[in-house]
């Protein structure tokens, strides 16, 4: 669906002579069958589409969670990929190493061994949740459990930010790092230094930059964003009177294709993001 600008931004064109900023929409490309064991997180890669599964209870270290593969069409490849992981959900990627929030661990996976390397235990954590990676290797993972955010060098965990309530998605993006909460999505660029860039009256869940300053943002319940650089946002998908939410999404910025996770829908689905430019 198309959305209107705000007033401010438009008032702001108008007054300074630049253009209005586009319009953005979605559209769908393909869905899976409803074959997926509640998918959380979509990870767009080369080789393939990584999917986390939990399987079980969302908070629950029952082992029925793992990380699916499917191809860029939306074919599974294997729903058994990795197995034994108890709620994973966000994933994040390093080399060749897939980064996984399980619980109180991020789980480290050998992607050319299809196998677990290692766990990294985060002591007092108790619901990871998403999970990024910066370009130095510094791994960044939310608490939503806790309103924590934790911060990785070195197999080491300290408390990068805390009392965020309800923090969910995250993002590094060169020296930033981009939260979302139960109210909106913040930027940090020091540990315990947070401001806010723009209200999410449903929460937010996924983070995904489009390349250009902007991100795509969504609350879980069914509703996808398109932020701008100063915090302006654009409704581009409400699902949220179904069973399909928008969950933990990927991107993929070569073919501008959004990968969206529907959690109880029990599938991936994928959009192709496009834009209308104001004269």
């Known amino acids: 669906m198309r959305c209107t600008l705000s007033m401010s931004v438009l008032a702001l064109a108008l007054a300074t002579g630049r253009p209005s900023i586009a319009q953005h929409r979605v559209d769908k490309l393909w869905e899976t069958d409803s074959v997926l064991a509640i998918p959380e997180s979509v990870l767009p890669q080369r080789e393939c589409l990584y999917v986390s599964l939990i399987d079980g209870g969302a908070w629950a270290a029952d ?166 650089a100063a915090g302006d946002k654009q409704l581009l998908l409400d699902t949220h009177e179904t069973n399909h939410k928008t969950a933990d999404i990927g991107y993929d910025p070569e073919t501008k294709t959004v990968y969206v996770p529907t959690f109880l829908g029990r599938s991936v689905a994928a959009y192709r993001l496009s834009a209308d430019h104001g004269q």
Not at 79 to 84: A, S, V
Not at 147 to 163: H, M, W
Not at 207 to 218: M, R
């Open 63 to 228: 082992h029925k969670g793992g990380v699916a593969r499917l191809d860029h069409h939306g074919k599974v490849l294997s729903d058994t990929w990795i197995t034994g992981l108890d709620a994973p959900k966000g994933l994040a990627r390093y080399g060749n190493l897939l980064y996984v929030a399980d619980l109180s661990n991020v789980v480290v996976i050998d992607i050319p061994a299809n196998r677990i390397d290692h766990k990294i235990p985060v002591p007092g954590a108790k619901g990871l949740n998403d999970i990024t990676v910066a370009n130095d290797g510094t791994v960044y993972v939310t608490d939503t459990q806790q309103s924590n955010v934790f911060k990785i060098q070195e197999e080491k965990p300290s408390l990068y930010a805390d009392s965020l309530k309800g923090v969910n998605g995250i993002k590094a993006v060169g020296k930033l790092v981009y939260i979302l909460t139960g109210d909106g999505m913040y930027v940090s660029d020091a540990p315990h230094k947070v401001r806010k860039l723009c209200d999410l009256e449903h929460g937010g869940d996924g983070i995904e930059p489009v390349g250009n300053g902007d991100f795509l943002v969504t609350s879980w319940g069914g509703w996808l964003y398109y932020v701008n």
